[in-house]
């Protein structure tokens, strides 16, 4: 029986797993957030549309380095403790 480092490798087990709950609460979010980004581009004079799409594409990279870095923090701090678990 493969291991979960194994599974994980071959893609078996999904760390972005959501529930069904919160998968809700996310769409919802998503359709809030689009909703929104319609509305204001629809007010928005033809210059300012991308001065706003290069806001938006600035803030995404911000969020994925920061969503990144938290992961990474997240699963050091599982392994410390697992580390300590064995001492």
């Not at 071959?10 to 980004?37: F, M």
């Not at 007010?43 to 380095?65: C, I, M, P, Q, R």
């Amino acid at each position: 029986m493969p291991g979960f480092i194994e599974e994980f490798y071959y893609g078996n087990i999904e760390p972005q797993e959501y529930s069904a709950e919160l998968k809700a609460k996310l769409k919802k979010k998503q359709n809030e957030l689009t909703q929104i980004e319609k509305e204001l581009m629809g007010k928005l004079a033809d210059a300012d549309k991308g001065l706003f799409s290069e806001y938006v594409d600035k803030y995404l990279a911000f969020l994925t380095t920061s969503i990144t870095d938290s992961f990474i923090t997240g699963f050091r701090f599982g392994a410390k403790f697992t580390l300590d678990t064995f001492k």
